[in-house]
């Protein structure tokens, strides 16, 4: 029996396993493959799991994903990377339910401008700084770093020999980024599980909510006329300013009132332009521009609120413009489509993840939500699969060119995660099943 607080004797011999090598070894290795959302990287490095994995006598379902099939189901998430096909990838200790599933993504974003990588090649895997280390290297923090956390705890557990009874799951799945493709494809196979960690970067919270984000695209028409002669024309990009500043009052209208989950995060439903195309010619007025952005999703708005406030801002704003009046801007909605998603506040997962780490680290982690999109929200409403975020790394970092996670981090949270699947899958008397590294 485990004492009301700290680690059973098993449990202490079980972590003191944990091979930190190993751990890093997998991420620079993981680092060093360029799986950028859709490419041929992100599908080789699915292959390579589901070898490792079967090796490692698991349970694997490795599939190719059926994209027309999951592209016309009403549910469907949304993409925007070019794709010509996708895998998903499980791995279970035993056939049947999983009592935990271990959830992490594998594609990672662009690099962006290469001269902003000061130091490194974003794909090196460098390590420095104290302690166990830092590495650097696109993907590091989001989220490859929480992959090789969830391969140390099957890891971890092989090793040590312990038996399970009931089955611990790994789900690897692609296309996070964009939408959650592989996610959803994975729950629409019929992969669930009672309870689900996202090792998704946490900086040591446990983040049990979400806040949606939504693709937008805006076009607002001009008229073209050579530079010299500019009043003969209208410029769209000139036209486009009054419904920029439109956005910036929706996001703060929007912000006014947040839930106390977010703690003093002063912008959780950020609404940014990331994109904006206009002219082709310059010394001509352009006559067309496109703005493309993301909007963040209220917790608990339906995602048709959040669009809706969004074209009705646009639309009152285009009212009061002369221009505008007469050229209506259009408003759609490609890509990634992540509703809000969110733990109910009193799961027993919240508390048995909260446990793990007090008993591992003598620390207990408080819930939170996150301002980002991620898979949570569909492992909770389409999969029913009770879910939050824990994992290594801060989030400050990710898809950035200066992207890096702690390695002591991520050995702690490995060491938490073991224990915590362990007590949610039920470990039994140990039988050694193998020893060293692999």
């Not at 801002?313 to 509703?339: C, I, K, N, Y």
């Not at 290594?392 to 702690?406: C, I, K, L, N, S």
């Not at 039920?426 to 050694?432: C, D, K, N, V």
Request: net charge negative; hydrophobic share 40%.
């Amino acid at each position: 029996m485990r004492p009301p607080s700290g680690l059973t004797p098993r449990e202490s011999e079980v972590i003191a396993t944990l091979d930190e090598r190993a751990l890093v070894d997998d991420l620079v290795e993981l680092v060093r493959t360029p799986s950028v959302t859709g490419t041929d990287a992100e599908a080789e490095l699915q292959h390579r799991y589901a070898e490792r994995y079967a090796s490692w006598g698991l349970d694997v379902d490795a599939w190719k994903l059926d994209l027309a099939t999951l592209e016309a189901d009403p549910r469907f998430p949304g993409t925007e990377a070019p794709r010509l096909e996708g895998h998903g990838l499980v791995a279970q200790t035993a056939p049947g339910r999983p009592a935990l599933v271990l959830q992490g993504h594998v594609d990672v974003v662009p690099t962006g401008d290469l001269d902003k990588w000061v130091g490194a090649d974003p794909w090196s895997a460098r390590i420095d700084g104290p302690g166990k280390g830092i590495l650097h290297g696109r993907g590091a923090c989001d989220m490859k770093a929480g992959v090789a956390v969830n391969n140390a705890v099957l890891r971890t557990l092989r090793v040590a020999g312990v038996r399970l009874e009931r089955p611990l799951a790994i789900h690897s799945v692609v296309s996070e980024e964009d939408g959650g493709l592989g996610a959803f494809a994975t729950l629409v196979r019929g992969h669930g599980g009672d309870a689900a960690v996202i090792t998704e970067p946490t900086s040591g919270r446990m983040v049990t909510a979400n806040a949606g984000a939504l693709t937008f695209r805006i076009e607002v028409d001009g008229r073209a006329a050579h530079g010299s002669t500019r009043l003969s024309g209208h410029s769209a990009l000139d036209a486009f300013f009054p419904l920029y500043a439109a956005l910036h009052e929706l996001e703060r209208e929007r912000n006014r009132v947040v839930d106390p989950l977010f703690g003093a995060n002063p912008l959780p439903y950020g609404l940014s332009v990331g994109i904006v195309r206009t002219g082709d010619w310059a010394s001509s007025v352009p006559d067309k521009l496109v703005a493309e952005g993301r909007l963040g999703v209220i917790l608990g708005e339906a995602p048709e609120s959040a669009r809706a406030a969004l074209e009705r801002a646009v639309a009152e704003e285009a009212l009061s413009d002369a221009w505008l009046r007469e050229h209506p801007p259009v408003v759609t909605w490609p890509g990634g489509q992540f509703a809000s998603g969110r733990l109910d506040d009193d799961d027993p997962l919240i508390a048995d993840v909260a446990d793990a780490v007090t008993d591992v680290h003598g620390r207990r982690p408080r819930p939170g939500a996150a301002p980002y999109g991620s898979d949570l929200r569909l492992m909770v409403g389409i999969g029913g699969i009770p879910t939050l975020q824990y994992g290594p790394g801060d989030v400050t970092f990710a898809h950035a060119p200066r992207e890096q996670v702690d390695l002591g981090e991520a050995i702690a949270i490995a060491r938490s995660l073991t224990v915590l699947a362990m007590r949610r899958c039920g470990a039994s008397s140990p039988t050694r099943l193998s020893t060293g590294r692999s």
